[in-house]
């Protein structure tokens, strides 16, 4: 981890972050045309979840659909059992690293990290400022899923 002099929020290097309960990172890609395989074999990196243009999809609270596109995810959460996101999304920027622009050239492909973040009631998360510059040169969109939940009265 990378971590400027002149950052706020200190890095322990431990795993821990106070204010969070969980937090991954996830690679999400969606394209019109193609398998998940071609991603896997463009990345060297397999899914944690994907989908293949029309197939079935049966709802977790019951009905069926038809997935309109190619989908294609990794997740970080297996792998890597820190608190800071900051180590999460260094796990999956070495993971994609120089590999992720033959993905970018699939027809209709669409891409972006998704952090995901469960905080202890207060508190967010923090993104160094070398991941931030890595995420802009690899022009991939960070998106955050943010859930609050406070300790038990």
Not at 109 to 122: A, P
Request: net charge negative.
């Amino acid at each position: 981890m990378i971590i400027a002099p002149w950052d706020i929020t200190p890095y322990r290097g431990d795993g821990s972050y106070d204010t969070c309960e969980r937090t991954c990172a996830k690679l999400r890609i969606y394209y019109d045309e193609g398998t998940p395989q071609e991603v896997t074999d463009a990345l060297g990196l397999s899914p944690t979840e994907y989908r293949t243009k029309g197939e079935n999809i049966t709802k977790a609270k019951g009905g069926n659909f038809q997935a309109k596109c190619t989908v294609w995810i990794y997740s970080t959460e297996s792998e890597c059992n820190s608190l800071d996101l900051r180590d999460h999304l260094d796990l999956l920027l070495s993971k994609v690293n120089g590999k992720i622009r033959e993905v970018q050239e699939f027809k209709g492909v669409k891409m972006g990290v998704d952090c995901i973040w469960w905080s202890k009631g207060s508190g967010g998360p923090a993104l160094a400022s070398h991941q931030l510059k890595r995420l802009g040169e690899l022009g991939l969109e960070c998106s955050f899923d943010i859930s609050f939940f406070g300790e038990d009265d």
